[in-house]
């Protein structure tokens, strides 16, 4: 009787989910590693993922959950990624596929690939348990050319980046872990590249063309979770290249929209002399995140600096200095942040900006806007209201932006649906973009 039931019990789907499920193995688990830092200090462990050595930034982040979503958030692109949080890979990796329709946007995570350079773990799972998980963390590495390092202290690498900053490091994978840690001068510095044309579209794509306002997105490596906030809004999305110069097409959108994105903003300085233009002459509502939040410092004339440690987590408190729709002048928000690079804090501050959020810790801006007297709506915040993973408290900022878009449409007397508008708008993206490619060349 006790055999029949185990057997049964294991035949149940609903049942069987409840246990850890063995990875059939850890691809590269008895080859040697070893964590190279600029700074002087090495760290051994073992390979897990693809057994190749690779160069990068070594950077920390303290979210406790959602390691599959930060790994292909693009804003991590050129990183070696150090998990605080002791056990990574625990409930595994799901299948990354998504319809798109006005639910979704193609893909379950932040987007189609892993795009941080390599991963550090205190301890990578050998078994994974989770209802949707379709591989381990370890496969997932290897299948996308992704090394990985287990079996070391990240508590006390992420002390070391937190005294000396962000370092740039080297994984040494295999024979290579033998070896002496390289030069000084061998060590590779993303952000001298511009990282954001390597994440970007190359070409403009649509997402839910039915929908009732139209939004614009600059892609400077945007993640998937801030495309599905606008759709699951009922805006339909056109996503165009970072460069791409949006005063060729404005009049046929109802907003702007600057996406996140990896790197230096400097190297996005086309993107901000096109949009001080389109804030001069445009009164449409315009909103940025992050890097796209950059974009719209420097098109107001303020300085985009690089951070001795930068914010990475899930967990960074912000203080709103100024009230805009759900937000509240004097609250402190909890939000998710990932950025290097920060806008210099200035006074005075240009004329029609005023600083919007800045963080609780250590002071920098978290945000600007215009002001109510310059007759523009822009908005730029630092963190990610879009979470994923992370806090939600500032999520309703999309709503508050397609609030604008669509007053802004009724005032102008526009129909409140308007599906054949997105057909129109394509043709003449198309047309565009020989100029684009030729200015980008």
């Given at each position: 009787?006790?055999?029949?039931?185990?057997?049964?019990?294991?035949?149940?789907?609903?049942?069987?989910?409840?246990?850890?499920?063995?990875?059939?193995?850890?691809?590269?688990?008895?080859?040697?590693?070893?964590l190279?830092?600029?700074?002087?200090?090495?760290?051994s462990?073992?390979?897990?993922?693809?057994?190749?050595?690779?160069?990068?930034?070594t950077?920390?982040?303290?979210s406790?959950?959602?390691?599959?979503e930060?790994?292909?958030?693009?804003?991590?692109?050129?990183?070696?990624?150090?998990?605080?949080?002791?056990?990574?890979?625990?409930?595994?990796?799901?299948?990354?596929?998504?319809?798109?329709?006005d639910?979704?946007v193609?893909?379950?995570?932040?987007?189609?690939?892993?795009?941080?350079?390599?991963?550090?773990v205190?301890?990578v799972a050998?078994?994974?348990?989770?209802y949707?998980?379709?591989?381990?963390?370890?496969?997932?590495?290897?299948?996308?050319?992704?090394?990985?390092?287990?079996g070391?202290?990240?508590?006390?690498?992420t002390?070391?980046?937190?005294?000396?900053?962000?370092?740039?490091?080297?994984?040494?994978?295999g024979?290579?872990?033998?070896?002496?840690?390289?030069?000084?001068?061998?060590?590779?510095?993303?952000?001298?590249?511009?990282?954001?044309?390597?994440?970007?579209?190359k070409?403009?794509?649509?997402l839910?063309p039915?929908?009732?306002?139209?939004i614009?997105?600059?892609?400077?490596?945007?993640?998937?979770?801030?495309?599905r906030?606008?759709?699951?809004?009922?805006a339909?999305?056109?996503?165009?290249?970072?460069?791409f110069?949006?005063n060729?097409v404005?009049?046929?959108?109802?907003?702007?929209?600057?996406s996140?994105g990896?790197?230096?903003?400097?190297?996005?300085?086309?993107a901000?002399?096109?949009?001080?233009?389109?804030?001069?002459?445009?009164?449409?509502?315009?909103?940025?995140?992050?890097?796209?939040?950059?974009?719209?410092?420097?098109a107001?004339?303020?300085?985009?600096?690089?951070m001795t440690?930068?914010?990475r987590?899930?967990?960074?408190?912000v203080?709103?200095?100024?009230?805009?729709?759900?937000i509240?002048?004097?609250?402190?928000?909890?939000?998710?942040?990932?950025?290097?690079?920060?806008?210099?804090?200035?006074?005075p501050?240009?004329?029609?900006?005023?600083?919007?959020?800045?963080?609780?810790n250590?002071?920098?801006?978290?945000?600007?806007?215009s002001?109510?007297?310059?007759?523009?709506?822009v908005?730029?915040?630092?963190?990610?209201p879009?979470?994923?993973?992370?806090?939600?408290?500032?999520?309703?900022?999309f709503?508050?932006?397609?609030?604008?878009?669509?007053?802004?449409?009724l005032?102008?007397?526009?129909?409140?649906?308007?599906?054949?508008?997105?057909?129109q708008?394509?043709?003449?993206?198309?047309?565009?973009?020989?100029?684009?490619v030729?200015?980008?060349?």
């Open positions: 009787m006790s055999g029949m039931l185990t057997r049964n019990l294991f035949r149940s789907p609903r049942l069987y989910r409840g246990f850890a499920t063995h990875a059939s193995s850890i691809p590269g688990s008895s080859i040697p590693a070893v190279h830092l600029k700074t002087g200090q090495s760290f462990g073992r390979s897990f993922g693809a057994p190749h050595s690779i160069y990068g930034e950077v920390f982040s303290t406790i959950t959602s390691y599959t930060s790994m292909t958030d693009p804003s991590y692109r050129g990183q070696i990624l150090v998990f605080t949080t002791p056990l990574i890979g625990n409930y595994g990796v799901p299948s990354n596929s998504a319809p798109c329709d639910k979704d193609g893909v379950i995570l932040e987007s189609s690939r892993i795009q941080c350079t390599a991963v550090v205190a301890d050998e078994k994974f348990s989770h949707q998980a379709v591989e381990s963390l370890a496969s997932w590495c290897q299948r996308h050319g992704v090394p990985g390092i287990t070391v202290d990240t508590r006390a690498i002390r070391l980046l937190r005294d000396q900053g962000t370092t740039l490091g080297r994984l040494a994978i024979p290579d872990a033998a070896l002496s840690a390289p030069a000084t001068s061998d060590y590779w510095d993303p952000t001298t590249e511009n990282l954001v044309d390597q994440v970007s579209t070409e403009p794509y649509e839910n039915t929908g009732d306002v139209r614009a997105v600059l892609d400077f490596g945007a993640k998937a979770n801030i495309l906030a606008l759709v699951r809004r009922g339909s999305v056109t996503v165009l290249p970072w460069d110069d949006f060729t404005r009049d046929q959108f109802d907003g702007l929209f600057l996140n990896p790197g230096d903003p400097n190297h996005c300085m086309t901000a002399l096109h949009l001080r233009r389109t804030i001069s002459e445009w009164d449409k509502p315009v909103f940025g995140i992050c890097m796209g939040h950059q974009v719209i410092g420097m107001a004339g303020l300085d985009a600096y690089r440690f930068g914010n987590g899930h967990n960074q408190p203080l709103a200095l100024a009230s805009s729709g759900s509240r002048a004097g609250r402190v928000y909890v939000t998710s942040q990932n950025h290097q690079y920060a806008l210099r804090l200035q006074d501050f240009p004329q029609g900006w005023e600083p919007f959020f800045i963080n609780c250590d002071s920098s801006v978290e945000g600007i806007k002001t109510a007297d310059s007759g523009r709506k908005w730029g915040v630092q963190f990610h879009e979470s994923a993973g992370g806090p939600l408290d500032t999520i309703e900022m709503t508050d932006f397609l609030a604008e878009c669509r007053a802004h449409r005032q102008l007397g526009l129909p409140k649906t308007d599906p054949m508008g997105a057909a708008v394509m043709p003449q993206l198309t047309q565009e973009m020989p100029q684009r030729a200015v980008a060349a």
